[in-house]
C-alpha cells in the first residue's frame, strides 16, 4: 500500500498525513469548499475537491470519495474518526471497490455499531456488561416492567447510539414512559432507528477504556487503559493514562477482557473498548471500532504510534509484540481544545484564526488542524486541536500540561484553553478524585471567573496589533489550480513551484 485517501478533515486528517509521510506513503486529500485552505488540505501530498455539497455533508459522499480514490489511483482509504469511520456500508463499499479500508471488517463495524447485539456477544465472551437487557425493548410497557424488576434509576439508550443521542435517564417510575418515548424519537431521528434497551444508571462511576490493536493473523494486545471521566454532555475533554484509580489486579483483568471482547470480533486494527468502572467492578460500555481523539496519551506511555501501526496491519504486517513486550511509562494528560467559549456556556465561536502560538518544550505535543488564517465555522464539530503533555509521574504530567497551556495563544475564536487550566488547579483533580459526575460536581469550573482572564486577553489583543503589523509587509496569498484539479495552495506553490512534493 503505497498511496492513501483519507476521508477525513481536521486535526485527525493531518495526524493521519504525518503518518503517511512518515511510512513513505504518498496522502490524498479530500476537502469541502470550506476546507479549501484548511491545513489537512495543505498538508497533504495531493489534495481533490469532494464538490457542491453542503460543506457539512461533502465528507459523508461515498460516491465522491471513492471517485477520487479511482482518479488518484489511492490503494487504502483511512476515514479517521467521526464520519464514515463507523459506517459499515462505507467500509463495504471502499472492500468493493478493491481497495483497503483502514481498519476492521465491515461485518466487526456491523456488530458492534449495534449496543445490543455487542453486549450478547461480549457476554458470550465473558466481558461483564452493565446490568440491563441485550435486546431491544417492545415497547414503554415492557421499558416499565424491566425498569421495576432491575430498580431505578435506569437509563434507557439507542441501540444504534453514539455520541450521547438517543440516551434518557427515568430516576422513578413516574418517568420511565416519557423518557421511553423521548429516547425512541431522538433514536429516530439520528440513526434512523429507534430501538431503545435499558442499562442500570451508575451512581459515580469513572469512564475507563482498553487500547487493543489486532492484526490480520489472529494477534491481538492491549496497550493499557484511558481515564475518560471529565466530560461535558458525554462528550470527552481531558483524557490521561494510566488511571490513578486501577490497582495491578483489575488493570490485568481490564485488559485481559479487552483482549477476548477483540479477539471475540476477529478485531484488526486499532479499537478501544470503553468500561464504566465503579467502586472496583467494570462493566463494558461499547467498542469503538477506530482510532480515537484521545490516542496520543497511549502514544506517549507505550511509545507505539497507533496511526502507523493501524498501516502496517492494514498492509499485512503482524504485530512485534507479546503483551509482556508492552510498558507503560510515566503519565500523559491530554486537553481537547474546542472553538467553544467555556465562560458563556461553552457556546460555540466561529470567525478566522489571527493569531496561533503552540506549545512547545519538553513532554508537550500539539496535534492540530488549524492555522493562522483557518476560518472557523460552524460546519464542524468543534475540536481545533489537542495539547498533550507527558511526565515521569501524574503529578509532573500536570505541571507541564499548565506551562503548555500558558503558552498557547490563539487569537480569532473562543476557545476552552482556559477552562483546562482551572481543572488543573482544581484539588478533586490533582488528588484523582475523579468521575464522569465531576463537572456537575464543580460547576464553578464551567463559569467565568470574576475578573476574567484579564492578562491573557491584553496578551491576545497585543498579538492582533502584531499579527496586522506583519500581514501589512506581506503579499496576499494567491491559489492557482494544480495538476489533477486539485488547486495548490498559495503556501505550496511559494515552497515547491509545480512539484508534488516539498
Ligand atoms: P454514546 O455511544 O452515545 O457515546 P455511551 O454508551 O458510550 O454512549 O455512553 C456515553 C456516556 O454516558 C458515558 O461515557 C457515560 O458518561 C454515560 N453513561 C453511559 N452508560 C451509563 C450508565 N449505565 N450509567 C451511568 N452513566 C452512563
Redo the contacts with the bound molecule.
Keep these: 500500500m503505497k498511496s492513501v485517501l483519507i476521508a477525513n478533515r481536521g486535526e485527525i486528517a493531518v495526524r493521519i498525513i504525518r503518518a503517511c509521510r512518515e511510512l513513505g506513503i504518498r496522502s490524498i486529500a479530500v476537502y469541502s469548499d470550506a476546507d479549501a485552505e484548511a491545513l489537512h488540505t495543505r498538508l497533504a501530498d495531493e489534495a481533490y475537491r469532494l464538490g457542491p455539497a453542503p460543506s457539512s455533508e461533502s465528507y459523508l459522499r461515498t460516491d465522491r470519495i471513492l471517485d477520487v480514490a479511482r482518479e488518484s489511483g489511492a490503494e487504502g482509504i483511512h476515514p479517521g474518526y467521526g464520519f464514515m469511520a463507523e459506517r459499515a456500508e462505507f467500509a463495504k463499499a471502499v472492500v468493493d471497490a478493491g481497495l483497503v479500508f483502514i481498519g476492521p471488517s465491515p461485518a466487526t463495524i456491523d456488530m458492534m455499531g449495534d449496543k445490543t447485539r455487542a453486549r450478547t456477544r461480549m457476554e458470550a465472551a465473558g466481558v461483564p456488561i452493565?446490568p440491563g437487557t441485550t435486546t431491544p425493548l417492545a415497547d414503554a410497557a415492557e421499558a416499565e416492567a424491566v425498569a421495576e424488576s432491575m430498580g431505578y434509576p435506569v437509563?434507557l439508550?439507542a441501540a444504534a447510539?453514539?455520541?450521547?443521542?438517543g440516551?434518557r435517564v427515568a430516576e422513578d417510575a413516574s418517568r420511565i414512559r416519557p423518557s421511553f418515548e423521548a429516547a425512541a424519537r431522538e433514536a429516530k431521528s439520528a440513526f434512523g432507528d429507534g430501538s431503545i434497551y435499558i442499562?442500570?444508571?451508575?451512581s459515580r462511576?469513572r469512564?475507563i477504556e482498553i487500547q487493543v490493536l489486532g492484526d490480520l493473523h489472529g494477534g491481538v494486545v492491549h496497550l493499557g487503559e484511558r481515564e475518560c471521566s471529565i466530560?461535558r454532555r458525554?462528550q470527552k475533554l481531558v483524557e490521561e493514562a494510566p488511571s490513578v484509580v486501577l490497582d495491578p489486579e483489575t488493570r490485568a483483568a481490564m485488559g485481559e477482557a479487552a483482549v477476548r471482547a477483540a479477539q471475540a470480533v476477529e478485531y484488526a486494527g486499532a479499537g478501544t473498548i470503553?468500561f464504566?468502572w465503579q467502586d472496583g467492578d467494570f462493566f463494558f460500555?461499547?467498542m469503538n471500532t477506530r482510532i480515537q481523539v484521545e490516542h496520543p496519551v497511549t502514544e506517549l506511555v507505550t511509545g507505539i504510534d497507533l496511526v502507523e501501526w493501524q498501516l502496517r496491519v492494514a498492509r499485512g504486517e503482524a504485530l512485534p509484540w507479546t503483551q509482556e513486550g508492552i510498558r507503560i511509562e510515566g503519565h500523559a494528560i491530554e486537553c481537547r481544545i474546542t472553538s467553544e467559549d467555556p465562560d458563556d456556556g461553552f457556546l460555540p465561536s466561529t470567525g478566522t484564526i489571527r493569531y496561533l502560538e503552540l506549545p512547545q518544550g519538553p513532554g508537550v505535543r500539539w496535534d492540530g488542524g488549524v492555522a493562522a488564517g483557518t476560518e472557523v465555522g460552524l460546519h464542524y464539530d468543534p475540536l481545533l486541536g489537542k495539547v498533550i503533555a507527558w511526565g515521569a509521574d501524574r503529578a509532573t504530567a500536570i505541571e507541564r500540561m499548565d506551562r503548555a497551556l500558558r503558552e498557547f495563544v490563539l487569537v480569532g475564536v473562543e476557545h476552552c484553553g482556559p477552562f483546562h487550566r482551572r481543572v488543573l488547579a482544581e484539588e478533586d483533580f490533582r488528588a484523582g478524585n475523579l468521575s464522569?459526575r465531576y463537572l456537575e460536581e464543580h460547576p464553578e469550573l464551567t463559569r467565568a471567573p470574576e475578573n476574567g482572564d484579564a492578562l491573557q486577553r491584553l496578551a491576545a489583543a497585543a498579538a492582533v496589533l502584531l499579527e496586522d503589523e506583519r500581514r501589512r509587509t506581506l503579499a496576499p496569498p494567491r491559489i492557482r489550480p494544480g495538476a489533477g484539479g486539485a488547486p495548490r495552495s498559495a503556501w505550496q506553490e511559494a515552497f515547491a513551484p509545480g512539484a508534488s512534493e516539498y
Design positions: 452493565v437509563l439508550k447510539g453514539g455520541g450521547g443521542k440516551m442499562e442500570k444508571y451508575l462511576p469512564h466530560q458525554h470503553e464504566l460500555l461499547e464522569i
